[in-house]
C-alpha cells in the first residue's frame, strides 16, 4: 500500500515501503493480500513477512507473490511493453 515518492539525489523516485517496518523494499521483498478482502495491496520484506501476517489476521488470512513478479503483472494488465515505457522514462530523464 505503501508506494511513495521519495527525493534522492533531487531526485523524485518511487519506492515501495515495508508496511511491517516502514523501510524501504530493495531487490525482493513481497506483496501481499486477503483473498477475501478489498483487493488492497501491502508490501513487506521476506524477513516481515511472517510478523506482518501474524499482525493481521495469521498466516492463512494472506496470499502473496515475490515483488519483483509485481512490474510484470502490472505490465501486461496496463497493456505496456517494458521496451516502449522504458524508453519513454529515458525519455522524460534527459528533461
Ligand atoms: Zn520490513
Known amino acids: 500500500m505503501a508506494i511513495r515518492i521519495r527525493i534522492i539525489d533531487d531526485l523524485s523516485c518511487p519506492v515501495i515501503e515495508c508496511d511491517h517496518c ?4 530493495e531487490r525482493s521483498g513481497n506483496y501481499e493480500w486477503k483473498p477475501d478482502g478489498d483487493g488492497m495491496i501491502y508490501f513487506t520484506h521476506k ?3 511472517r510478523a506482518f501476517e501474524n499482525e493481521h489476521g495469521g498466516r492463512s488470512a494472506w496470499f502473496c507473490n515475490e515483488v519483483d513478479c509485481l512490474p510484470v503483472h502490472l ?3 496496463l497493456g505496456i511493453k ?11 530523464a534527459e528533461l
Open 22 to 25: 516502514g523501510k524501504v523494499i
Open 75 to 77: 505490465l501486461n494488465n
Open 47 to 49: 524477513r516481515c513477512c
Open 82 to 92: 517494458y521496451k516502449d515505457a522504458a524508453a519513454k522514462v529515458g525519455r522524460l
